[in-house]
């Protein structure tokens, strides 16, 4: 049974930072590029940083470069999303997902098969 779990979330103050872990089980963790989302209420489900099965290519957002931080270790099976200099409008539910994709980094939500339930990330302005 796959199963990706999130935690790291909570509530910070505007500036402050956290950082989110994804640890994976009953796959074969190098085998998938791992995404992290997010999505506010009312609205969709966006790309936030992707990285490669080796952790050799990443992608951000354009609204989190040079603020996130995506990093994964293999040998524990788990994603990382360093997020500093938070912002109110990073106020969201993250969630990681997996995409078993040996390639590049696809950033399409519909390329991502598996989901963890999310964690929720409030920041206070």
Same mark, same amino acid.
């Given at each position: 049974?796959?199963?990706?779990?999130?935690?790291?979330?909570?509530?910070?103050?505007?500036?402050?930072? +956290? !950082? +989110?872990?994804?640890?994976?089980?009953? +796959?074969?963790?190098?085998? #998938?590029?791992?995404?992290?989302?997010?999505?506010?209420?009312?609205?969709? !489900?966006?790309?936030?940083?992707?990285?490669?099965?080796?952790?050799?290519?990443? /992608?951000?957002?354009? #609204?989190?470069?040079? !603020?996130?931080?995506?990093? @994964?270790?293999?040998?524990?099976?788990?994603? /990382? +999303?360093?997020?500093?200099?938070?912002?109110?409008?990073?106020?969201?539910? /993250? #969630?990681?997902?997996?995409?078993?994709? @040996?390639?590049?980094? !696809?950033?399409? @939500?519909?390329? /991502?098969? @598996?989901?963890?339930?999310?964690?929720?990330?409030?920041?206070?302005?």
């Amino acid at each position: 049974q796959v199963q990706l779990v999130e935690s790291g979330g909570g509530l910070v103050q505007a500036g402050g930072s +956290l !950082r +989110l872990s994804c640890a994976a089980s009953g +796959l074969t963790f190098s085998n #998938y590029a791992m995404g992290w989302f997010r999505q506010a209420p009312g609205k969709e !489900r966006d790309i936030v940083a992707a990285i490669s099965w080796s952790g050799g290519t990443t /992608y951000y957002a354009d #609204y989190v470069k040079g !603020r996130f931080t995506i990093s @994964r270790d293999n040998a524990k099976n788990t994603v /990382y +999303l360093q997020m500093n200099s938070l912002k109110f409008e990073d106020t969201a539910v /993250y #969630y990681c997902a997996a995409d078993r994709n @040996r390639g590049g980094i !696809r950033v399409v @939500r519909a390329s /991502y098969e @598996r989901w963890g339930q999310g964690t929720q990330v409030t920041v206070a302005s």
